[in-house]
C-alpha cells in the first residue's frame, strides 16, 4: 500500500483532526506499510504534497478534506510506489539543504548578532 493510501485509510476512520506523528503511528501499528525508519517524515511530506486531499486543522494536525471523494481519486491516481519514495526523497533532501546553521542563536553572545529577519554574525 503506498504512503497516501495508507494516510486516507487512517483518516478516514477517525473522527478528528491527528497530529503527523500519531498518523504514522497508526499506519505502522496496523502494519499498512513496511517498517521504516523516519514514517512521521513520510506521513508530512505526503501530506504537505497533496494539499487538495489533506487540510491542516492545526499545527501538525490534519484531516480529509470534506469534498474529496477516494473512489474518483484511486482511478485517476497513477502514482507508483517507485515515484512516491521518490518525491519524499527529494522532499528530504530539498528540506536538508537549504540552509548550513539549523538552530542558530542559542550560545551567542548578544551583542555580537545583529537581530533582523535574517541574522548576521559581526564577530
Same mark, same amino acid.
Given at each position: ?27 505502522? /501499528? &496496523?502494519?499498512?506499510?513496511?517498517? =521504516?525508519k523516519t514514517p512521521h ?6 501530506? !504537505?504534497?497533496?494539499? %487538495?486531499?489533506?487540510?491542516?486543522? /492545526? &499545527?501538525?494536525?490534519?484531516?480529509? =478534506? ?10 485517476? !491516481?497513477?502514482?507508483? %510506489? ?42
Amino acid at each position: 500500500m503506498k504512503w497516501i493510501d495508507a494516510i486516507i485509510e487512517v483518516l478516514k476512520t477517525s473522527k478528528e483532526a491527528m497530529h503527523y506523528v500519531d498518523i504514522a503511528n497508526e499506519i505502522m /501499528s &496496523r502494519q499498512l506499510r513496511e517498517e =521504516c525508519k523516519t514514517p512521521h517524515i513520510s506521513v508530512h511530506v505526503i501530506m !504537505n504534497a497533496h494539499q %487538495d486531499i489533506f487540510i491542516k486543522d /492545526s &499545527r501538525g494536525k490534519y484531516k480529509l =478534506c470534506s469534498a474529496f471523494n477516494y473512489g474518483n481519486w484511486q482511478k485517476s !491516481n497513477t502514482t507508483t %510506489d517507485k515515484d512516491e519514495e521518490k518525491e519524499i526523497e527529494a522532499q528530504i533532501t530539498k528540506t536538508n539543504n537549504t540552509t548550513i546553521i539549523k538552530a542558530y542563536g542559542r550560545m551567542w553572545e548578544r551583542e555580537k548578532v545583529e537581530w533582523k529577519c535574517h541574522p548576521v554574525l559581526l564577530g
